[in-house]
Every structure is written in C-alpha cells, then in structure tokens.
C-alpha cells in the first residue's frame, strides 16, 4: 500500500520521539519531545547571529514533518481511512473478498483479470484489511500463495480454483538474459529509483544496500510475470509513482 499513512509514518519515525509539549518558562515560547526521562528540543526561537533577527530551530526532521502533516494530508489520511472502513462493511456484509499482501498496482490488476472468470464479484483489497472482518458463521477463509479469501464458500471455492489455475511464476534453475540483467545492476543505478519509489511512499530505509534490495526485488518479480516486457511495465509503474509524487507536491487545487 503506497499511501498517506506511510507516508507520514516515515515522517513521524524521523521526528523527535514521544509527547509533543509546549513549554513557556524563561520567556520563551518553545516546543519540546518528552520520552520517559528523555527530552528534545522540537522547536526552539533563536536569534540570527548575522542580523539579529528572530528565527526558529527545529529538531531532526520536524520541518518536513510539519510540511506534511497540513489539512490536505489529514484530508487524504482520512479518505483513505474511510475507503477502507468502506471495503470492511462490504466485507462484513458477506461480499466476496480477496485481500492481497504487498502487491504492486500491475499486480493487483492481474489479480482482478484472474477473479473475472469466477461468477462472483469480488472486492479486490490489501491484506490489511482482511485482519480487521468479522467473518459471519456463513463464510470462509483461505489463503492461496500470499491472497487472502473470505466470503461464502462456494465463491471462496471459485477463486481458489481459478488463482490455482494462473498460479504465480517460479524463479527459473537457469539464468535468463532479463535476470542476468536485473541481478548484475550496481546500487548506484538502484539509487535513483529507490528515490523515486521513497517519494511515491514505499517503505525504503536510507541505505545503499537497502535501496538495491527493494528495486532488485521489485524488478525481478516484474521479470518474473512479464517475461521481456518487463521494461515496459517498470517503466509504466514508475511514471505512475511520478505522476502521484507530482499530485502529493502540488494537489489539483493548487495547480
């Protein structure tokens, strides 16, 4: 799930840790971070040695946090929670659910090409949201190779049959041109998309290694699934990610 609540736990975990207080003892107005006996300095008036005008020093990481966290961002923060309070009373009114753990967008559709084919219409969601249904004594659960199923039996019958009939790929025992390709590409060349997947609100620790492992694994499942046109699709999935960073910088009521 690329989205708000991500986001904004990576700001968050990037902030002075714990209770946000605001202090006004000695004449200054100022914001500290109490954390069992600890304390940080959050916000704190200063005077410009060059000028002697007033300014404000910020904690590690509060300036982009207070960036983020505006009245658009709690918008979006709750529309999203709403879209998934929405899935859930769907869910617990025994519609059909397939819930998905860590799918990519072109992933996600592939699931839905595959549920076409059963008569039932499935909600097609992120494997959170299937932690949080209450299953009615009519219905099942399933899990088939990371996709959780929950609805009346019959429909939880159809999909398994037809995810088990478009099973995913195995890595193969010899190497193939495309993942010879993938596997031989250096950090420094992972780096620039791993930036690009961080913007877009995957979840990517500021580490050389740790930005190589994401964007290996996320090419390799796409040659995995796609075969030679692995290209095309990774190219398709990171102009979507530009286009949503471009809509989180500037939102449609600005532009």
Same mark, same amino acid.
């Given at each position: 799930?690329?989205?708000?609540?991500?986001?904004?736990?990576?700001?968050?975990?990037?902030?002075?840790?714990g209770?946000?207080?605001?202090?006004?003892s000695?004449?200054?107005?100022?914001?500290y971070?109490?954390?069992?006996?600890?304390? /940080?300095?959050?916000i704190?008036?200063?005077?410009?040695?060059t000028?002697?005008?007033?300014d404000?020093?910020?904690?590690?990481?509060?300036a982009?946090?207070?960036?983020?966290?505006?009245?658009?961002?709690?918008i979006?923060?709750?529309?999203?929670?709403?879209?998934?309070e929405?899935?859930?009373?769907?869910?617990? /009114?025994?519609?059909?659910?397939?819930a998905?753990?860590?799918?990519?967008?072109?992933?996600?559709?592939?699931?839905?090409?595959?549920?076409?084919s059963?008569?039932?219409?499935?909600i097609?969601?992120?494997?959170?949201?299937?932690? *949080?249904i209450?299953?009615?004594?009519?219905?099942?659960?399933?899990?088939?190779?990371?996709?959780?199923?929950?609805?009346?039996?019959d429909?939880?019958?159809?999909?398994?049959?037809?995810?088990? /009939?478009?099973?995913?790929?195995?890595?193969?025992?010899?190497?193939?041109?495309?993942?010879?390709?993938?596997?031989?590409?250096?950090?420094?060349q992972c780096?620039?998309i791993?930036?690009? *997947?961080?913007a877009?609100?995957?979840?990517?620790?500021?580490?050389?290694?740790d930005?190589?492992?994401v964007?290996?694994?996320?090419?390799?499942?796409?040659?995995l699934?796609?075969?030679e046109?692995?290209?095309?699709?990774?190219r398709?999935e990171?102009?979507?990610?530009t286009?949503?960073?471009?809509?989180?910088?500037?939102?449609e009521?600005?532009?």
């Amino acid at each position: 799930m690329t989205d708000p609540i991500k986001r904004l736990r990576r700001l968050a975990e990037a902030a002075p840790a714990g209770k946000w207080e605001v202090w006004t003892s000695n004449s200054w107005r100022r914001v500290y971070a109490r954390d069992g006996g600890h304390t /940080a300095m959050v916000i704190e008036p200063s005077v410009q040695r060059t000028d002697n005008h007033p300014d404000l020093t910020f904690g590690p990481g509060v300036a982009e946090y207070l960036e983020a966290v505006g009245p658009e961002s709690i918008i979006e923060l709750l529309d999203h929670i709403a879209k998934l309070e929405t899935q859930i009373a769907d869910a617990n /009114a025994q519609r059909p659910l397939v819930a998905a753990a860590e799918l990519t967008q072109s992933e996600m559709d592939e699931l839905r090409k595959c549920l076409a084919s059963t008569p039932s219409r499935f909600i097609v969601a992120e494997d959170d949201v299937a932690s *949080m249904i209450t299953v009615p004594h009519s219905s099942v659960i399933c899990k088939v190779a990371g996709v959780t199923i929950v609805g009346p039996v019959d429909h939880v019958v159809a999909a398994r049959a037809a995810l088990e /009939a478009n099973p995913a790929p195995t890595y193969p025992d010899e190497l193939t041109p495309d993942l010879r390709e993938v596997l031989s590409r250096p950090n420094f060349q992972c780096s620039p998309i791993a930036h690009v *997947m961080r913007a877009a609100g995957v979840d990517i620790k500021p580490k050389a290694e740790d930005e190589q492992a994401v964007v290996l694994h996320w090419m390799i499942k796409l040659v995995l699934r796609h075969g030679e046109k692995w290209r095309e699709v990774a190219r398709d999935e990171l102009d979507a990610m530009t286009e949503k960073i471009a809509l989180l910088e500037f939102p449609e009521s600005q532009l």
